[in-house]
Structure formats: C-alpha cells, structure tokens
C-alpha cells in the first residue's frame, strides 16, 4: 500500500523535453515509474528516447491522457509557465499533479489554487521534490536509491530533508515519502498527507517535517490531536534562526513568537508528537517507535 502514487500509476510529464525535464524522466524511469509519455505543444507529434525507452509526446494534457490513460503529470516548466501548465492539467482532470519548479509567483499559485477547489486533481507543491513510493514508483526528483519500502510515512516541506530522513531510516524503509514544498501557498498540506497516512494500512508510523513560519504545524498538531492513532515523529527546521528573516524557503519567515521553531516543537509535543532538536535525533527518536511496535 501507498498513498497517492504506486506502481500502476502513469505518469506524463510537462516539459520533458527540457534540460531538466529529460534528466529527471530518465531518473524516474530508472527507479521504475511507468512512464507513458510527454507533453510539449513545440514538440507534439515527436519522440524521445530516454534510459532506452521511446516516449511519445503529445500537445497537451487532455491529448496525452486521452492516448496513454495517464492519471500524474509531473511538472518542469519554468516558473513563468507553470499557473498555464497546472490549469491545463487540471482542466483535463488529472487525478495527481506534481510541481516540481520553483520560484513560481506566491499570486500564480494562490490562482492554481484556487482553480482547484471542487475539481477532482491534488496537486503536490510547487517548489518541492515530489513523491516517491520506494520500489513501485517515483513523480519528482527525489533520489530513488536512498531508502526501499518499509513502515515509515515521511511528510516533509523540505526537498534535502526528506532524502536525510529517508538515508537515516533507511534500514526500515518507507511506504510513501512525499515533499510537500516550503512555498507560502502549497496544494497538499501535512494535514493532507497525515490523513492519507493515518488511512494507509501498511503505514504503521509518521515522520512530519516542517520548517520556521506560518502556522501550518501547529495546525496539523491539532489534526493529530484529534484524528490521529499511529505515532507520529516531527522536526522542524529552523531553531537557530534569527526572527524576521526569511530563510531559504519563501514560506519561512518568523514573525514575533508566532511560527518559531520553539512554537512549533511545543505544539507538537503538546499532542504527543515525538520532536527532534536535529534530523539525526528526529530519526533515533523514530527508531525507538518502530522497535516498539
């Protein structure tokens, strides 16, 4: 089991045919992703040839679902382009959208989501490394080789992050390990994922990365509160950072008491959640869950 990705997924991807696109397909079809093809409206009517496999591009989403039955679409586009290729996406009903750009614009993505309301597509990110589920099937840039399947449910706003916290449990293994992404506006939320994870059978604990500013751990700590059965382990990034500067991520900006670290870690642990001071603890404190299981 899984969430929102498995070996039967197929997955297209926006902006193939670019640098960074055709890297990352190649690297998804090497960790086993099935996928069926590209889009590029330049470029419809081609093929490329990618890790020994010839991918059809087609002119839009609507064109490639309709010939490959594909159900994700992974976005490399540039930032300028992505709020149009994730409403073409939508528009065309895909059931799972994966941003990987970042720098889109904060009002670019506030539209998508809003676009997005009562439709049936869930987007991941944007300005995040996607979703991988160890050895079925990978829609991002997450490197597949770190970890294999396993217990473990990751939920993570952050890209580097999410790859440490699956080498250091790597010998337990995950079931799912999704990037969420850092930007001020994001379509799947921990909320989101900690609720598919509390869903999954075959997840048996949770790891939930967050980083400083916003609110959204202590939102979800009160979503684990009340909703929540599995053990859940959290870290989040940022106790060492001055207040009122923007770290990194566009989303991670301290104001006042609200949205440090130190709000945060006491939130969780208010409702139970295991915090780590630093990744390598956040793992041993998860270590201890799993052999306690």
């Not at 996928?35 to 839009?60: C, F, M, Q, S």
């Not at 400083?212 to 509160?225: L, P, S």
């Not at 599995?230 to 566009?250: I, L, N, Q, R, S």
Request: net charge negative.
């Amino acid at each position: 089991m899984s969430i929102y990705l498995n070996k039967d997924s197929k997955i297209i991807v926006q902006g193939m045919t670019g640098g960074m696109g055709s890297k990352h397909t190649t690297l998804m079809l090497e960790a086993g992703s099935n996928i069926v093809g590209g889009v590029n409206a330049r470029k419809a009517g081609t093929t490329v040839e990618l890790a020994g496999k010839e991918l059809p591009v087609y002119g839009d989403v609507a064109e490639a679902m309709a010939e490959t039955g594909a159900d994700v679409s992974v976005v490399f586009v540039p930032p300028a382009f992505t709020k149009d290729a994730c409403i073409e996406a939508i528009d065309a009903g895909i059931g799972l959208l994966v941003v990987i750009t970042e720098g889109v614009p904060v009002q670019d993505t506030a539209e998508v989501w809003s676009y997005l309301q009562g439709k049936q597509t869930r987007m991941i990110g944007p300005n995040c490394p996607g979703i991988i589920t160890p050895g079925e099937s990978l829609a991002g840039i997450t490197p597949h080789t770190i970890a294999g399947s396993g217990p473990v449910g990751l939920v993570s706003k952050s890209g580097t992050l999410t790859y440490q916290m699956m080498y250091e449990l790597k010998d337990f293994g995950f079931s799912t390990a999704i990037g969420i992404g850092g930007d001020p506006v994001i379509g799947t939320t921990h909320i989101d994922a900690l609720a598919a994870f509390e869903a999954d059978p075959d997840t048996k604990a949770i790891v939930m990365i967050g980083e400083i500013g916003g609110d959204a751990e202590e939102r979800a700590a009160a979503y684990i509160k009340d909703n929540v059965t599995k053990p859940v382990v959290g870290y989040v990034a940022g106790f060492t950072a001055p207040e009122g500067k923007t770290m990194g991520h566009a989303g991670a900006i301290v104001s006042g008491s609200s949205g440090t670290a130190q709000a945060k870690k006491e939130a969780l642990e208010a409702v139970g959640v295991k915090v780590g001071k630093t990744p390598s603890e956040t793992a041993a404190l998860m270590r201890e869950v799993l052999q306690g299981l």
